[in-house]
Nanobody
Framework: QVRLVESGGGLVQAGGSLRLSCEASGYTFSSLDMGWFRQAPGKERKFVAAINWSGGSTVYADSVKGRFTISRDNAKNTVYLQMNSLQPEDTAVYYC????????????????WGQGTQVTVSS
């Protein structure tokens, strides 16, 4: 059983930055593909970014390309999401997800989910 714990959310002004972290336990982290999704109030959960087990391959939603960066540290069992140039439309609960297969852009590709961390961007 994989346990995922997100941290780093908060309130930030438009144009600011935040770094989210997600620490995994209960499985060999270096064999998991990892992803970040977000869900705004009243909307469906959407893909943000994903990274493969080695960190050698990443993919981003068009809405965050050039602003967000996903990375991982397998020695620390942690995946990160660096978010720059934040805008009010980035406001959402951000979820970390782990895939025991090949996790990319679709929520059904992921097997485990964290509880989420709130990111609020004020204008």
């Amino acid at each position: 059983q994989v346990r995922l714990v997100e941290s780093g959310g908060g309130l930030v002004q438009a144009g600011g930055s935040l770094r989210l972290s997600c620490e995994a336990s209960g499985y060999t982290f270096s064999s998991l593909d990892m992803g970040w999704f977000r869900q705004a109030p009243g909307k469906e959960r959407k893909f943000v970014a994903a990274i493969n087990w080695s960190g050698g391959s990443t993919v981003y939603a068009d809405s965050v390309k050039g602003r967000f960066t996903i990375s991982r540290d397998n020695a620390k069992n942690t995946v990160y999401l660096q978010m720059n140039s934040l805008q009010p439309e980035d406001t959402a609960v951000y979820y970390c997800a782990a895939s025991m297969g090949s996790g990319r852009m679709y929520s059904w590709e992921y097997d485990y989910w964290g509880q989420g961390t709130q990111v609020t961007v004020s204008s």
